[in-house]
C-alpha cells in the first residue's frame, strides 16, 4: 500500500441498508478525514480524527459514524442510508503533529442510494 | 458563517495565462490552500500560503492578502493537461479546511 486507499470504488446501495466505507493509510498520518462531495458544493467535512482513539463531528454528520481504533485505519459508517447519502466520499489524512497542514486524499468511493 | 467564493468556470487557451481567485470570510485564519482535481479523480495539494505575498512554484503560483481576504492561483503557459477543478480551500480556527466549491478550468487548443 502506498498512501491512502478507500473501498469499495462504487457501490449501488438500496435505502435503508447499512454501509460501511473503508479507508486505510500507511503514512502513519495522525489526523484522518471524511468528506462528502456533491456536485456544486464544495467538500464537506463529515467527521474527523486527530488521533487514534479520538473523533469528532463535522459540518454534516448526521446519518454517519465513524470509529479510529488503530491510526491506520478510519471508516465510516452508514447506519441506515437514504437517498440524500448519493455522494463520492473522499477519505483523507495529514500528519498533524509534525505540523503538516496539507491532507492526502484517497481515490474515493462513489456511492448511490436508490 | 463561513464562506469561501471563487468563480464556477473559467476557460482559457492553451500557452496562455490564467489567474484564478478566491476570496474567503472564515472563523480565523491559519493558511490558505489550493488543490486540483481531475475529473474523476481525488484532490491533489498545489499550494500552501500563510503569509502575504506571492509563493511560486514552476508554472504555478498563489498569492495572499489576509487583510483583503483574498487568494489567487496564476497558471502560466497552459498545458491541455491543466483542464481540471481547482479547489481553494481556507483552515480555519479549530484547523479543519473549508473548502470552496471549486473553479472548473477548461484549457482550449
Redesign the interface.
Known amino acids: 500500500i502506498a498512501g491512502i486507499t478507500q473501498a469499495p470504488t462504487s457501490q449501488i446501495l438500496a435505502a435503508g441498508r447499512r454501509m460501511t466505507l473503508r479507508c486505510t493509510q500507511d503514512m502513519r498520518h495522525n489526523a484522518m478525514y471524511w468528506y462528502r462531495q456533491d456536485l456544486?458544493?464544495?467538500?464537506?467535512?463529515i467527521h474527523?480524527s486527530n488521533t487514534a482513539g479520538t473523533t469528532g463531528k463535522?459540518e454534516v454528520p448526521d446519518g454517519y459514524s465513524v470509529s479510529r481504533a488503530n491510526t491506520d485505519d478510519f471508516p465510516l459508517t452508514l447506519a441506515s442510508a437514504v437517498p440524500s447519502q448519493t455522494s463520492v466520499y473522499?477519505c483523507a489524512s495529514s500528519d498533524?503533529l509534525a505540523g503538516g497542514?496539507?491532507?492526502?486524499?484517497?481515490?474515493?468511493t462513489r456511492l448511490t442510494v436508490l | 458563517g463561513q464562506n469561501?467564493d471563487q468563480p464556477t468556470e473559467m476557460t482559457a487557451t492553451e500557452g496562455a495565462i490564467v489567474q484564478i481567485n478566491c476570496t474567503y470570510q472564515t472563523s480565523g485564519f491559519?493558511?490558505l490552500?489550493w488543490y486540483q482535481q481531475h475529473a474523476g479523480?481525488?484532490?491533489?495539494?498545489l499550494s500552501?500560503n500563510v503569509l502575504d505575498g506571492l509563493e511560486e512554484k514552476g508554472r504555478f503560483s498563489s498569492f495572499l492578502s489576509r487583510s483583503k481576504g483574498y487568494s489567487y492561483l496564476l497558471l502560466k503557459e497552459l498545458q491541455m493537461k491543466d483542464s481540471a477543478s481547482y479547489?481553494c480551500?481556507v483552515?480555519d480556527s479549530n484547523?479543519?479546511?473549508?473548502?470552496?466549491?471549486?473553479t472548473k478550468l477548461i484549457i482550449k487548443p
Open positions: 456544486g458544493l464544495g467538500l464537506r467535512l474527523y463535522g473522499f498533524r497542514n496539507e491532507q492526502f486524499f484517497g481515490p474515493g | 469561501i491559519n493558511g490552500f479523480e481525488a484532490p491533489t495539494f500552501y479547489l480551500a483552515e484547523y479543519q479546511l473549508i473548502w470552496g466549491a471549486g
